[in-house]
Protein backbone atom coordinates (compact mmCIF):
# COMPACT_ATOMS: atom_id res chain seq x y z
CA UNK A 1 0.00 0.00 0.00
CA UNK A 2 1.33 3.51 -0.51
CA UNK A 3 1.98 5.78 1.78
CA UNK A 4 0.64 9.82 1.04
CA UNK A 5 3.76 12.19 1.05
CA UNK A 6 2.66 13.30 4.52
CA UNK A 7 2.75 9.80 5.92
CA UNK A 8 5.87 9.31 4.04
CA UNK A 9 7.66 12.17 5.99
CA UNK A 10 6.64 11.81 9.28
CA UNK A 11 7.69 8.14 9.06
CA UNK A 12 11.19 9.29 8.17
CA UNK A 13 11.23 11.49 10.64
CA UNK A 14 9.80 8.98 13.12
CA UNK A 15 12.94 6.43 11.57
CA UNK A 16 15.47 9.74 12.12
CA UNK A 17 14.66 10.40 15.68
CA UNK A 18 14.86 6.54 16.33
CA UNK A 19 17.77 6.38 14.91
CA UNK A 20 19.48 8.82 16.98
CA UNK A 21 17.92 7.61 20.45
CA UNK A 22 19.37 4.01 19.41
CA UNK A 23 23.24 5.68 18.28
CA UNK A 24 23.26 6.55 22.05
CA UNK A 25 24.63 3.89 23.74
CA UNK A 26 22.81 3.64 27.72
CA UNK A 27 23.73 0.63 29.44
CA UNK A 28 21.47 0.78 32.76
CA UNK A 29 23.26 3.44 35.01
CA UNK A 30 25.31 4.87 31.96
CA UNK A 31 21.92 6.66 30.78
CA UNK A 32 23.42 10.39 29.98
CA UNK A 33 23.93 10.00 26.24
CA UNK A 34 20.17 8.82 25.34
CA UNK A 35 18.93 11.74 28.02
CA UNK A 36 20.22 14.39 26.63
CA UNK A 37 19.04 13.14 23.05
CA UNK A 38 15.41 13.05 25.00
CA UNK A 39 16.16 16.73 26.49
CA UNK A 40 16.56 18.40 23.04
CA UNK A 41 13.19 16.67 21.91
CA UNK A 42 11.10 17.74 25.29
CA UNK A 43 12.90 21.08 26.12
CA UNK A 44 10.90 23.05 23.82
CA UNK A 45 7.91 21.61 24.44
CA UNK A 46 7.85 21.79 28.77
CA UNK A 47 6.93 23.76 31.12
CA UNK A 48 9.28 22.33 33.61
CA UNK A 49 12.32 20.05 32.68
CA UNK A 50 14.53 18.89 35.17
CA UNK A 51 17.29 15.35 35.93
CA UNK A 52 16.31 13.69 39.42
CA UNK A 53 19.34 12.65 41.37
CA UNK A 54 19.21 9.20 40.15
CA UNK A 55 19.30 10.17 36.83
CA UNK A 56 15.62 10.52 35.80
CA UNK A 57 14.67 12.92 32.47
CA UNK A 58 11.08 14.81 34.06
CA UNK A 59 8.87 16.91 31.30
CA UNK A 60 6.28 18.18 32.55
CA UNK A 61 3.17 20.34 30.76
CA UNK A 62 0.12 21.23 31.18
CA UNK A 63 -2.27 22.90 33.69
CA UNK A 64 -1.24 22.42 37.72
CA UNK A 65 -3.42 20.35 39.59
CA UNK A 66 -5.13 16.77 39.00
CA UNK A 67 -5.17 14.47 37.48
CA UNK A 68 -1.34 14.28 36.95
CA UNK A 69 -0.94 11.70 33.77
CA UNK A 70 2.85 10.17 33.99
CA UNK A 71 4.31 8.28 30.23
CA UNK A 72 7.26 6.19 31.76
CA UNK A 73 9.78 4.94 29.14
CA UNK A 74 13.20 3.64 30.75
CA UNK A 75 16.16 4.96 28.71
CA UNK A 76 18.62 2.19 29.68
CA UNK A 77 19.47 -0.83 27.50
CA UNK A 78 20.87 -4.38 28.19
CA UNK A 79 24.80 -4.14 27.59
CA UNK A 80 28.16 -5.32 29.36
CA UNK A 81 30.54 -3.84 32.20
CA UNK A 82 33.93 -4.03 32.33
CA UNK A 83 35.08 -6.27 34.59
CA UNK A 84 38.86 -7.10 35.07
CA UNK A 85 41.86 -5.85 32.54
CA UNK A 86 43.99 -8.95 32.13
CA UNK A 87 47.75 -8.42 31.99
CA UNK A 88 47.60 -9.10 27.86
CA UNK A 89 45.22 -6.59 27.92
CA UNK A 90 42.39 -8.60 26.98
CA UNK A 91 38.79 -7.65 28.67
CA UNK A 92 36.83 -9.87 31.34
CA UNK A 93 33.26 -8.31 31.80
CA UNK A 94 30.41 -9.09 33.63
CA UNK A 95 26.29 -8.74 31.90
CA UNK A 96 24.32 -6.30 32.70
CA UNK A 97 20.58 -6.95 31.97
CA UNK A 98 18.89 -10.05 30.25
CA UNK A 99 21.55 -11.75 27.61
CA UNK A 100 21.63 -15.13 26.35
CA UNK A 101 25.70 -15.81 26.29
CA UNK A 102 25.23 -17.81 23.15
CA UNK A 103 24.97 -14.75 20.99
CA UNK A 104 28.25 -12.71 22.38
CA UNK A 105 30.79 -14.50 20.43
CA UNK A 106 32.48 -12.33 17.69
CA UNK A 107 29.67 -9.41 18.08
CA UNK A 108 31.59 -5.82 17.81
CA UNK A 109 31.16 -3.95 20.69
CA UNK A 110 31.74 -0.10 21.78
CA UNK A 111 33.20 1.05 25.46
CA UNK A 112 32.22 4.50 26.92
CA UNK A 113 35.10 5.72 28.33
CA UNK A 114 36.18 8.98 30.08
CA UNK A 115 38.11 9.49 27.08
CA UNK A 116 35.51 8.79 24.53
CA UNK A 117 34.42 5.38 22.93
CA UNK A 118 36.47 2.24 22.67
CA UNK A 119 35.59 -0.48 20.24
CA UNK A 120 36.13 -3.91 20.02
CA UNK A 121 35.32 -7.70 19.14
CA UNK A 122 34.39 -10.21 21.48
CA UNK A 123 36.07 -13.28 21.31
CA UNK A 124 35.36 -17.27 22.59
CA UNK A 125 37.70 -20.33 21.69
CA UNK A 126 36.71 -21.43 18.06
CA UNK A 127 34.60 -24.12 17.73
CA UNK A 128 37.27 -26.17 15.75
CA UNK A 129 40.20 -25.88 19.01
CA UNK A 130 37.67 -26.47 21.28
CA UNK A 131 37.48 -30.47 20.53
CA UNK A 132 35.34 -32.87 17.90
CA UNK A 133 31.70 -33.40 19.63
CA UNK A 134 32.01 -31.13 22.32
CA UNK A 135 28.48 -30.01 22.90
CA UNK A 136 29.12 -27.25 25.21
CA UNK A 137 28.60 -23.77 24.11
CA UNK A 138 30.66 -21.53 26.24
CA UNK A 139 28.88 -19.03 29.11
CA UNK A 140 30.18 -15.30 28.72
CA UNK A 141 32.90 -15.73 31.68
CA UNK A 142 34.65 -17.87 28.51
CA UNK A 143 34.87 -14.83 26.79
CA UNK A 144 37.06 -11.81 26.22
CA UNK A 145 36.61 -8.52 25.12
CA UNK A 146 39.59 -8.31 22.34
CA UNK A 147 40.35 -4.17 21.70
CA UNK A 148 43.44 -4.38 19.78
CA UNK A 149 45.90 -4.40 22.93
CA UNK A 150 48.27 -6.95 24.17
CA UNK A 151 49.05 -5.33 27.94
CA UNK A 152 46.71 -3.58 30.50
CA UNK A 153 49.26 -0.72 30.17
CA UNK A 154 48.12 -0.52 26.66
CA UNK A 155 44.51 -1.01 27.53
CA UNK A 156 44.88 2.05 30.31
CA UNK A 157 46.39 4.28 28.07
CA UNK A 158 42.86 4.39 25.82
CA UNK A 159 41.23 5.12 28.81
CA UNK A 160 39.68 1.79 29.22
CA UNK A 161 38.78 1.18 33.40
CA UNK A 162 37.26 -1.62 35.49
CA UNK A 163 33.05 -0.63 35.72
CA UNK A 164 32.96 1.17 31.64
CA UNK A 165 29.36 0.63 29.87
CA UNK A 166 29.94 -1.55 26.67
CA UNK A 167 27.36 -1.41 23.86
CA UNK A 168 26.93 -3.50 21.13
CA UNK A 169 28.37 -1.57 18.22
CA UNK A 170 25.40 -1.98 15.72
CA UNK A 171 23.56 1.10 13.76
CA UNK A 172 19.81 1.20 13.18
CA UNK A 173 18.95 -0.22 9.43
CA UNK A 174 15.21 0.00 8.01
CA UNK A 175 13.92 -3.29 5.86
CA UNK A 176 13.98 -3.05 1.93
CA UNK A 177 10.14 -1.97 2.50
CA UNK A 178 10.64 0.09 4.74
CA UNK A 179 8.36 -1.43 7.35
CA UNK A 180 10.51 -2.62 9.60
CA UNK A 181 13.39 -1.67 12.25
CA UNK A 182 16.52 -3.84 12.75
CA UNK A 183 18.71 -3.08 15.11
CA UNK A 184 19.91 -2.52 19.00
CA UNK A 185 18.60 -0.74 21.98
CA UNK A 186 14.89 -1.00 20.43
CA UNK A 187 14.17 -2.01 24.36
CA UNK A 188 13.67 0.75 24.78
CA UNK A 189 14.18 3.69 22.77
CA UNK A 190 10.98 2.54 21.21
CA UNK A 191 9.42 3.38 24.06
CA UNK A 192 11.40 6.71 24.53
CA UNK A 193 10.67 7.38 21.36
CA UNK A 194 6.31 7.07 21.33
CA UNK A 195 6.98 8.92 24.83
CA UNK A 196 8.24 11.98 23.14
CA UNK A 197 6.13 12.14 19.94
CA UNK A 198 2.99 11.53 22.48
CA UNK A 199 4.35 14.57 24.60
CA UNK A 200 4.39 16.43 21.93
CA UNK A 201 0.92 15.69 20.71
CA UNK A 202 -0.80 16.08 23.86
CA UNK A 203 1.39 20.05 24.12
CA UNK A 204 0.28 20.83 20.80
CA UNK A 205 -3.74 20.11 21.66
CA UNK A 206 -6.25 22.75 22.77
CA UNK A 207 -7.58 19.83 24.69
CA UNK A 208 -4.75 18.79 27.22
CA UNK A 209 -7.09 18.77 30.65
CA UNK A 210 -3.78 17.66 32.88
CA UNK A 211 -1.05 17.93 33.92
CA UNK A 212 1.19 15.65 31.66
CA UNK A 213 4.91 13.89 33.06
CA UNK A 214 7.00 12.83 30.88
CA UNK A 215 9.38 10.41 32.41
CA UNK A 216 12.56 8.75 30.96
CA UNK A 217 13.80 6.46 33.58
CA UNK A 218 17.11 4.53 34.24
CA UNK A 219 18.07 1.30 35.09
CA UNK A 220 15.06 -0.65 34.52
CA UNK A 221 16.68 -3.57 33.05
CA UNK A 222 18.51 -4.07 36.33
CA UNK A 223 15.49 -3.58 38.83
CA UNK A 224 13.06 -0.46 37.39
CA UNK A 225 15.40 1.38 39.61
CA UNK A 226 14.87 4.66 38.52
CA UNK A 227 10.86 4.75 38.22
CA UNK A 228 10.50 3.28 41.92
CA UNK A 229 12.31 6.58 42.91
CA UNK A 230 9.94 8.83 40.29
CA UNK A 231 6.99 7.74 41.16
CA UNK A 232 7.54 8.39 44.82
CA UNK A 233 8.25 11.74 44.05
CA UNK A 234 5.74 12.38 41.32
CA UNK A 235 3.04 10.62 42.63
CA UNK A 236 0.98 10.41 39.36
CA UNK A 237 -3.06 9.65 39.13
CA UNK A 238 -1.93 7.21 36.53
CA UNK A 239 0.49 5.70 34.52
CA UNK A 240 1.24 4.81 31.14
CA UNK A 241 4.07 2.78 30.51
CA UNK A 242 5.59 2.76 26.88
CA UNK A 243 7.91 -0.21 26.51
CA UNK A 244 9.23 -3.20 23.89
CA UNK A 245 7.60 -6.26 24.43
CA UNK A 246 9.23 -10.55 22.96
CA UNK A 247 7.05 -11.31 20.38
CA UNK A 248 6.28 -14.14 18.42
CA UNK A 249 8.62 -15.51 15.55
CA UNK A 250 9.33 -18.19 13.73
CA UNK A 251 10.87 -20.21 16.64
CA UNK A 252 8.80 -18.89 19.65
CA UNK A 253 5.43 -20.35 19.70
CA UNK A 254 2.62 -17.62 19.27
CA UNK A 255 1.02 -19.44 22.83
CA UNK A 256 3.38 -18.22 24.74
CA UNK A 257 4.86 -14.85 23.50
CA UNK A 258 3.34 -11.52 24.12
CA UNK A 259 2.23 -11.14 20.32
CA UNK A 260 3.21 -10.47 16.71
CA UNK A 261 4.80 -8.13 15.18
CA UNK A 262 3.09 -6.14 12.48
CA UNK A 263 -0.31 -6.25 14.47
CA UNK A 264 -0.72 -3.53 16.36
CA UNK A 265 0.40 -2.02 19.72
CA UNK A 266 -0.05 -4.27 22.97
CA UNK A 267 -2.02 -3.29 25.66
CA UNK A 268 -0.55 -5.57 29.15
CA UNK A 269 -3.25 -6.53 31.00
CA UNK A 270 -1.37 -8.65 33.62
CA UNK A 271 2.02 -8.94 33.79
CA UNK A 272 5.35 -9.95 36.20
CA UNK A 273 5.28 -11.63 39.79
CA UNK A 274 5.25 -10.15 43.03
CA UNK A 275 6.57 -8.10 44.35
CA UNK A 276 7.32 -6.35 40.39
CA UNK A 277 3.66 -7.52 39.34
CA UNK A 278 0.99 -5.46 37.97
CA UNK A 279 -2.47 -5.69 36.68
CA UNK A 280 -4.80 -2.66 35.10
CA UNK A 281 -7.43 -1.90 36.43
CA UNK A 282 -10.86 -3.01 34.46
CA UNK A 283 -11.88 1.00 33.61
CA UNK A 284 -8.37 1.62 32.49
CA UNK A 285 -8.13 -1.56 30.23
CA UNK A 286 -11.46 -0.62 28.86
CA UNK A 287 -10.87 2.85 28.35
CA UNK A 288 -7.52 1.76 25.88
CA UNK A 289 -9.30 -0.70 24.05
CA UNK A 290 -12.67 1.50 23.76
CA UNK A 291 -10.23 3.67 22.05
CA UNK A 292 -8.67 1.14 20.13
CA UNK A 293 -11.86 0.37 18.59
CA UNK A 294 -13.52 3.51 18.14
CA UNK A 295 -10.82 4.94 16.16
CA UNK A 296 -9.68 1.05 14.12
CA UNK A 297 -6.66 1.11 15.69
CA UNK A 298 -4.84 -2.42 15.97
CA UNK A 299 -4.18 -3.86 18.83
CA UNK A 300 -3.08 -6.95 21.10
CA UNK A 301 -3.69 -8.02 24.51
CA UNK A 302 -1.31 -9.91 26.75
CA UNK A 303 -1.22 -11.60 29.90
CA UNK A 304 2.01 -12.71 30.98
CA UNK A 305 3.95 -13.58 34.02
CA UNK A 306 7.28 -14.02 32.62
CA UNK A 307 7.96 -10.40 31.33
CA UNK A 308 7.87 -7.49 34.15
CA UNK A 309 9.12 -3.56 33.24
CA UNK A 310 8.76 0.18 34.98
CA UNK A 311 5.46 -0.90 35.93
CA UNK A 312 6.13 -3.31 38.27
CA UNK A 313 8.77 -0.83 40.23
CA UNK A 314 6.06 1.95 40.28
CA UNK A 315 3.67 -0.39 41.84
CA UNK A 316 6.18 -1.47 44.46
CA UNK A 317 6.72 1.97 45.47
CA UNK A 318 3.84 3.37 45.00
CA UNK A 319 0.66 0.79 45.47
CA UNK A 320 -2.62 1.74 44.38
CA UNK A 321 -1.67 4.08 41.25
CA UNK A 322 -3.49 2.75 37.71
CA UNK A 323 -0.91 2.08 35.62
CA UNK A 324 -1.53 0.65 31.82
CA UNK A 325 1.38 -0.54 29.58
CA UNK A 326 1.51 -0.24 26.10
CA UNK A 327 3.95 -2.19 24.53
CA UNK A 328 5.30 -1.98 21.12
CA UNK A 329 6.47 -6.08 20.03
CA UNK A 330 9.53 -6.76 18.85
CA UNK A 331 11.52 -9.44 17.93
CA UNK A 332 15.74 -10.99 19.10
CA UNK A 333 14.74 -9.56 22.08
CA UNK A 334 17.71 -8.27 24.22
CA UNK A 335 19.85 -8.87 21.06
CA UNK A 336 22.09 -6.07 18.76
CA UNK A 337 19.38 -7.62 15.75
CA UNK A 338 15.94 -6.37 17.50
CA UNK A 339 13.12 -6.06 14.86
CA UNK A 340 9.92 -4.06 14.82
CA UNK A 341 7.25 -2.29 12.86
CA UNK A 342 7.23 0.93 12.17
CA UNK A 343 3.34 0.82 11.89
CA UNK A 344 3.07 -0.60 15.17
CA UNK A 345 5.12 2.15 16.76
CA UNK A 346 2.89 4.99 14.99
CA UNK A 347 -0.43 3.20 16.45
CA UNK A 348 1.46 3.16 20.00
CA UNK A 349 1.59 7.29 19.33
CA UNK A 350 -2.04 7.28 18.25
CA UNK A 351 -3.20 5.00 20.62
CA UNK A 352 -1.47 6.40 23.62
CA UNK A 353 -1.93 10.03 22.74
CA UNK A 354 -5.91 9.78 22.48
CA UNK A 355 -5.44 7.58 25.90
CA UNK A 356 -4.07 10.75 27.61
CA UNK A 357 -6.39 13.37 26.15
CA UNK A 358 -9.07 10.76 27.72
CA UNK A 359 -7.78 10.19 31.18
CA UNK A 360 -7.27 13.83 31.23
CA UNK A 361 -10.93 15.05 31.54
CA UNK A 362 -11.73 11.78 33.55
CA UNK A 363 -14.07 12.23 36.75
CA UNK A 364 -12.65 9.21 38.70
CA UNK A 365 -9.36 10.64 37.95
CA UNK A 366 -10.36 14.28 39.16
CA UNK A 367 -11.26 12.93 41.96
CA UNK A 368 -8.88 11.28 43.21
CA UNK A 369 -6.12 13.98 42.89
Known sequence: MSKSPTNARSRKRILLLLERLTDADGVSGDEDRVREVMERELRPVSDRL?????????????????????????????GLLVKHIRPDGYLAFEISGGIDSSILPSQWVRISTAKGVVKGVIGSAPGHLVGEGSEQRPDYRMMYIDIGVRSSKEALSTGVRVGDAVAYDRHLSASANGEFAFGKALDNRIGCLVMIEVFKACVASPRLSCRLLG?????????????????????????????????????????????????????????????????VPRWLFESAVQIAEKEGIPYQVDVNYFFDSDAGGINFSMPGTPIIPVYVPRQNSHSPAEIASLQDIENAIRLTTLLVRKLGSNEKLKKAG
Open 50 to 78: TVDSIGNLIAEAGPDGSPRVALFAHMDEV
Open 215 to 279: VGTTMEETGALGARAAARALSPDVAIILDGIPAHDPLVPREISAGEVGRGPIISKVEGRNPNANA
